[in-house]
């Protein structure tokens, strides 16, 4: 199966994306360079570049229409679909989503697996804080989480 790769900028970052035939199958913050290296290599067949775009300026369902494969364990997907399922602007916690799917012993687990993560924004694992509401855990940076947060919400964060 052919691999395309490409790069986009935003107001806080380059994103790096991967396609692996129709199906966007990773997503995540790079330094410049690499997303450099990344862009211009092919065409966008999935709608990757546009995807972003509109969710940058606002649309949050961009990501909708867009075929996903993100590889990982049977737990890391029930995890993703969880977390994928929060809607824009709003928080839950880590030990919300273990009890939401029925193991609410496996909050490190879920941790790991939202860590794990390979569709940044895709799937909003920025959406995701401690119980106490306070901003913990974004492989991105703190800072990052807190502004998507807070452009989701149209300036204001709201925890919860």
């Known amino acids: 199966m052919s ?3 490409g790069s986009y900028r935003s107001a806080i970052g ?5 396609v692996e035939g129709d199906a966007l199958v990773s997503l995540r913050f790079v330094e410049d360079g690499v997303a450099e290296a990344a862009s211009g290599r092919d065409s966008d067949p999935a709608g990757v570049g ?10 949050f369902d961009a990501f909708d229409r ?5 590889a990982g364990t049977p737990f890391q997907q029930s995890v993703w679909t969880r ?3 929060i809607p824009a602007g ?3 916690s880590y030990g ?3 009890r939401d799917l029925e193991r609410p012993r496996a909050i490190r687990a879920v941790g790991a697996a939202v860590g794990a993560n390979p569709l ?4 909003p694992c920025h959406r995701v804080v401690a119980a106490d509401g306070e901003l913990t855990g974004y492989a991105a940076g703190l800072g990052r989480k807190r502004w998507l947060l807070e452009h989701e919400r149209g300036g204001q964060v709201k925890l919860f």
């Open 66 to 70: 867009l075929a996903l494969r993100p």
């Open 83 to 85: 977390v994928r399922a």
């Open 96 to 98: 919300q989503i273990a």
């Open 50 to 59: 546009e995807a972003l775009a509109a969710w940058f300026g606002g649309r």
């Open 3 to 5: 691999r395309v790769q």
């Open 14 to 18: 380059a994103l790096a994306w991967e």
């Open 120 to 123: 940044a924004l895709v799937i």
């Open 90 to 92: 709003r928080t839950t």
